[in-house]
Every structure is written in structure tokens, then in C-alpha cells.
């Protein structure tokens, strides 16, 4: 009986080619990445035919979720002068400045408080409660606590204070900031925001009218009559 | 190419070494790198937002009414946004969640020129110049429909300059810079006949239509067009339309 004697074949791939390959793609995506900022709330910004980017430094982004919430996000300069650690103390300053114009109840921030508050991206909470937020940072755990508040997952409120009736004598809180935005020594910042650059709307797609209407309302009150919305590329036809 | 061959020399030598190869298995180096390729796949943002500019008018109160520029019942178009309501009531109707957008406009004055109200104040339903549009892509032959087809017949000669301009530019006879230059001069052209349009929107329509009809507005070159409130007339007619037009 003949038997067939099968040749030992090795199944040993190389795989250098292939790592090569890998190495090259993964240099390429660490080198262009951009880490998506984690904002409170996710939202689907409209399709529209403009193609002009979105600026890279110097502006204030607000954020409205569809409920009507609203926080904001302030980008200055890479520079270390107006860095934005440096630029979001003095803007807690300037707030609490401009809010105990208007209030009984004054407020005021330690500066553990304020070094917190350098440390935040997206934020919004009313400012009677902002101390009690800013000291949760020092806690165990407190950046996820902070997370969960300021994504509704607790009781606590969340988003800062705005509506539909105002007026310069009476801001709202949403207006204060905004000033306290405009107020600060980042000049090229309070320029952009003349200029119509330095805001950008980011809304839902499905937001009702009236949410935005009201934002833009209180923005239109303290003569921020110009500002940008941010919107996705359109991807069918025109 | 991941192996060393470590050869015996010549085969003179006096020590027979054995022929050894070295195999470097680089599966798992390929399987590392795969899964941080996919982290940074993921967690990367290719794609820029792009944003949309816009300027509102300042609130302040104007003290002289006659100094507003006010535009004239020839050029004015006004565009009115609303959710598609439920049949029978005002209610919202959604799909999926989601507010179904619908656009109207009018022409001129509301009402046409004897007004939408007679001297005691009651609703003209005959005069009702509101009619209802759609927003909708091109044909498939690059013709217009919709709200976009309304907006292009009112804007001609706007754009048969800018038309004009585009042929040049893909001739090359023109450089881009100059094209921009050239199409905002069209734009702000005073001898053209212009629409001014005026933007409303009622508080149940989406964001997203207001940028939508916003886009509109940059496709089809306009260059005077304005977000205002909705006025009671403005609420009135959208009603009285709605009435007359439930099936």
C-alpha cells in the first residue's frame, strides 16, 4: 500500500509587513487626533451647505440641549498669557463681580474654588450653587461627581439659569457670563466676540424654535447682535 | 524577514554548529497595534464643525420710525416656519420624535394691499395671501422646486449675474479672489432687483429649519434677508390658512 507522504508545510505567516503597515497608521492617527471634548449633553448639530471651519481659539462655544439647558465652553488662546486656566479664574472673578451687583446673597470663590473652577471644560451650574460644585472637585471622586451633575444624572440643577424675560437692568445668569466673557483681559477674545467669531451656537437639530429664539434673544439684549452657529457638512446633493 | 539565519560558516570549520533561524513572531505586536488604531479611530474627530454666521439687528428701540429702512411691498418676501400640526387641533405631529417642518410665505404686504382685517377688526379669509411651500433638493435636471424655486424667481437677475460669474471662473478667466470680489459687488448691487426676505418662525419649529432655510438663503445669493418675531397678523394668517386647508 503506497502512502501518500505529505510534505510538512509550516504555517508560519510574517507578520513584519503587516506591523510595518500598523506602525504608519498608527503614527498617522496620534499625530492628527483631536480628542473630542466631553460635553454634558450630545447633540446633532443641522446640516448646511457653508463651509466655513469652525475657529480653533478665541471663542466661547454655548451649548443648548434640547430641554432648554445651557452651558458653556470658553477657548482662549494656546498662548501662556491667556492661557485657558489663567483666563477662566479671572472669569470666575468677573462673574461673581457682575452677580453681586444684582443679588443680596453675595458670593465669593476661595481660591481652591477658583483652581477647580481652571480645571473645568464644559460648565454651567447656577452660580448660588457653583461653590458647592467647585468643593466636590477637592472630594474623592469629585470629577465624576461633578460629571454627574452636570449632566443632570443627579437632583442637583444643572445648566445655567436663563429666560425669556430680560433686560439690561435685570441680566440673566447666562447674560452675566457672557459679559464676564467679554470682560476679560484676553482682548483678542472680547474682539472675536465683537466681531461675530467669538460665539458659536451649538444646538440640536430638534430643539423647538422658541429655545433658540431665546438664546439669541438674551444674547441680542447686551449687544451681541453677531455670532456664529455651528452646523455639520451637508452630505446629500446640494 | 523575521528570522536571523545563523549559518555554520563554510562548512570547514571544525565545529559542526547546527543551522539555527530565529523566528520573531510578531502576531502580537500586529494584534497591539490593531486595537490602538482602533482607539484613535474612534476617538478622533476628522471632520470640523463648520459654523454659519449671522447678524441680528440691534433691539434698541428705534425713537424715529421714519428713519427705519423699511423695505418695500415689491421686494418683501416673509417666510413663516411652523411644525406640521395634528390634524384637527394645533398639537404638535411627530414622527419618530421628531417635528415635521413645514415653510409658508407670503408675497408684499400681509394680506395683500386691502390688509387680512376689515375696519371692525374682523379676519378677511379671502385676502389671505399665504401659501405653502416645501423645502426640496433640485430635480434630477437641476431644476428647482420648492421654497428654493420661489426664491430663485424672485432673485433672477442676481443670478444670472452670478451665473455669469461662475462660467468665468470655470474658464479660468478668473482667479478666486476675484470671483469673490466680484459676486459680493453683484450682491450689493443696487440697479439689480433684490427680494428682501424676512424670516419667521413660529416657537414650535425646529432649529434645524432655521438653518435650513438660512442655507437657502446662501444658495440662492441673497443678500438682504432678516430673523424677526412673528407678529399678530403673521399669527393670525398662519391660523386662518391651517383652517382653510384641514382635510
Redesign the interface.
Known amino acids: 500500500m503506497g502512502r501518500v507522504q505529505m510534505k510538512k508545510k509550516s504555517t ?8 510595518d503597515v ?2 504608519l ?2 503614527t498617522f ?2 499625530l ?5 471634548a466631553k460635553e454634558p449633553t450630545t447633540v446633532v ?11 480653533e481659539t478665541n471663542f466661547v462655544q454655548v451649548l443648548v440641549s434640547p430641554e432648554g439647558k445651557i452651558w458653556l465652553t470658553m477657548n482662549n488662546d494656546t498662548s501662556a498669557q491667556w492661557s485657558n486656566e489663567r483666563m477662566r479664574m479671572e472669569l470666575l472673578d468677573k462673574v461673581a463681580e457682575i452677580y453681586n451687583e444684582s443679588h443680596k446673597n453675595k458670593i465669593s470663590f476661595s481660591p481652591e474654588q477658583k483652581y477647580a473652577f481652571s480645571k473645568l471644560g464644559a460648565f454651567g451650574v447656577p452660580l448660588a450653587n457653583m461653590g458647592e460644585f467647585l468643593d466636590l472637585a477637592a472630594m474623592p471622586e469629585g470629577t465624576t461627581k461633578q460629571d454627574e451633575w452636570i449632566q443632570g444624572k443627579t437632583e442637583k440643577v444643572t445648566g445655567i439659569p436663563i429666560q425669556k424675560e430680560q433686560d439690561e437692568l435685570h441680566p440673566t445668569e447666562f447674560q452675566m457670563w457672557m459679559k464676564a466673557m467679554r470682560q476679560t483681559n484676553n482682548e483678542t477674545l472680547a474682539q472675536a466676540i465683537k466681531d ?2 467669538g460665539v ?1 451656537i ?12 431665546m438664546v ?2 438674551n ?3 447686551i ?1 451681541m ?10 452630505t ?3 | ?2 528570522q536571523i539565519e545563523t549559518g555554520g560558516g563554510d562548512g570547514k570549520g571544525k565545529s559542526h554548529q547546527k543551522k539555527m533561524s530565529i ?1 520573531v ?3 502580537p ?2 494584534d497591539m ?2 486595537l ?2 482602533t482607539f ?2 474612534l ?17 434698541e428701540k428705534v425713537e424715529n420710525v421714519e428713519n427705519m429702512s423699511q423695505a418695500s411691498a415689491d421686494d418683501a418676501v416673509t417666510i413663516i ?1 411652523d ?1 406640521k400640526r395634528k390634524k384637527g387641533s394645533f398639537d404638535v405631529d411627530t414622527v419618530n420624535g ?2 415635521v417642518n413645514e415653510v409658508y410665505y407670503f408675497e408684499g404686504k400681509p394680506g395683500g394691499d386691502e390688509g387680512m382685517f376689515d375696519a371692525a377688526g374682523n379676519i378677511l379669509s379671502a385676502n389671505n395671501n399665504l401659501q405653502k411651500a416645501e423645502f426640496l ?2 430635480n434630477a435636471d437641476g431644476t428647482s422646486q420648492g421654497i428654493r424655486k420661489l426664491i430663485q424667481q424672485r432673485n433672477k437677475e442676481v443670478l444670472v449675474e452670478i451665473n455669469k460669474l461662475k462660467e468665468r471662473f470655470r474658464k479660468e478667466e478668473i482667479n478666486q479672489e476675484q470671483y469673490d470680489s466680484l459676486s459680493k459687488k453683484v450682491r450689493r448691487d443696487e440697479k439689480l432687483k433684490k427680494p428682501v426676505i424676512i424670516i419667521k ?12 432655510i ?2 437657502e438663503m ?2 440662492n445669493s441673497i443678500s438682504k434677508y432678516q ?1 424677526d418675531n412673528m407678529t399678530r397678523v403673521d399669527s393670525v394668517m398662519l391660523i386662518d390658512y391651517q383652517n382653510n386647508h384641514r382635510n
Open positions: 508560519f505567516i510574517d507578520m513584519t509587513a503587516m506591523s500598523t506602525v497608521l498608527l492617527f496620534m492628527t487626533s483631536t480628542f473630542l448639530t443641522p446640516p448646511s451647505v457653508s463651509e466655513e471651519k469652525v475657529q461675530g467669531t458659536a451649538k444646538a440640536d437639530q430638534n430643539t423647538s424654535y422658541e429655545i433658540v429664539h439669541m434673544d444674547l441680542q439684549t449687544h447682535n453677531k455670532f456664529t452657529l455651528l452646523t455639520a457638512l451637508k446629500e446633493g446640494e | 524577514m523575521a523566528h513572531d510578531f502576531t505586536m500586529v497595534n490593531m490602538l488604531i484613535f479611530m476617538c478622533t474627530t476628522m471632520i470640523k464643525s463648520q459654523t454659519l454666521n449671522i447678524a441680528l439687528p440691534s433691539n416656519l411644525a421628531k417635528v433638493a433640485n418662525s413660529t416657537n414650535q419649529a425646529s432649529y434645524g429649519s432655521l438653518v435650513q438660512l442655507d446662501q444658495i430673523i
